[in-house]
Every structure is written in C-alpha cells, then in structure tokens.
C-alpha cells in the first residue's frame, strides 16, 4: 500500500480562474481577466578598476518598476470604468484609488491576495466592431500603479 503524506501548503498549486477586483470607490464585476502582477528591479552596474588592470562589475538592485495591469470584460452598460477614465480626461483631482486583486480556490476561499495603491486609468478601450461577427465587445483597461504588495 502506498504511503500517503499530508499535503504542505507549498504542495498547493492555485488556479488563476477564480478572482475579483476590489476597489472600495466603486463596483467593477465581470471581469474576465487581470494582467500585469509584477514588479522588477532595475540593475544598476559598476565597473571598478582593479590594481593589475583588470575590471570588476558589481550588479546591484535599483529603482523598482510596477508593472501596468490590465482588466478586461464584456462591454456592458456599467459604466464605471468609462466614467473613471472621463474624470482623469477632465482633470478631477480625486482620480487614484487603492484597490485589491483577490485569489478563490474551487470552495470561494480567498487564497491569494495582492494589494495596490494610486490607481488609475491610462488607457480605456473597446473591441473593434465587426458586422461579420458575433462576438462580445471587450472593455479594457490600463491602470498605472504605485505599489504592488502581495498579502496572500
């Protein structure tokens, strides 16, 4: 008979199909996927001059760098999204918003979490429209971030 060990929590592999966006200024459902977790740390190199002559590059972390991320989902009469947008294009002042990607596993369990500061909206776009095709129209949108933290 096989020997059967307890899984670990490092034994868990999560599925990227159960998630929501939280963001407390207002209701954005229907998503159909969240791109751009990820951060990356600038490389900063110096070279040193040794006493026989050779060189010596020293490699050390820099500025980090956060990814933009990108939400898309069916075009639909919510109008949050646009709205956002709208009220950076028209110079409102109170733009930002820190928000939430959640993780769920099959039970609605929240297993991971990354938290964000300062959104906003760079860029919001639809799909083409195409009289030969049925497909939904997609809503999409760039968010710049200020920090990306995983919490989960």
Do not use: C, H
Request: no cysteine; glycine share 6%; aromatic share 8%.
């Amino acid at each position: 008979m096989p020997v059967v060990a307890a899984a670990t929590e490092f034994d868990i592999i999560y599925v990227g199909s159960w998630f929501s966006l939280e963001l407390p200024k207002m209701t954005v459902e229907g998503i159909t996927s969240i791109g751009g977790l990820s951060i990356e740390m600038n490389v900063v190199e110096v070279v040193q001059a040794l006493k026989d002559g050779t060189t010596l590059t020293k490699k050390m972390p820099g500025v980090v760098k956060y990814s933009e991320v990108t939400i898309k989902r069916p075009l639909t009469a919510d109008k949050s999204l646009w709205l956002w947008a709208k009220d950076i294009r028209d110079g409102k002042k109170d733009f930002r918003a820190d928000g939430a990607i959640v993780l769920y596993d099959i039970a609605n369990t929240e297993t991971g979490r990354w938290t964000f500061e300062k959104a906003w909206i760079s860029k919001w776009s639809a799909s083409d429209l195409d009289v030969g095709s049925d497909d939904p129209i997609m809503e999409e949108a760039t968010l710049q971030i200020s920090t990306l933290k995983r919490d989960k």
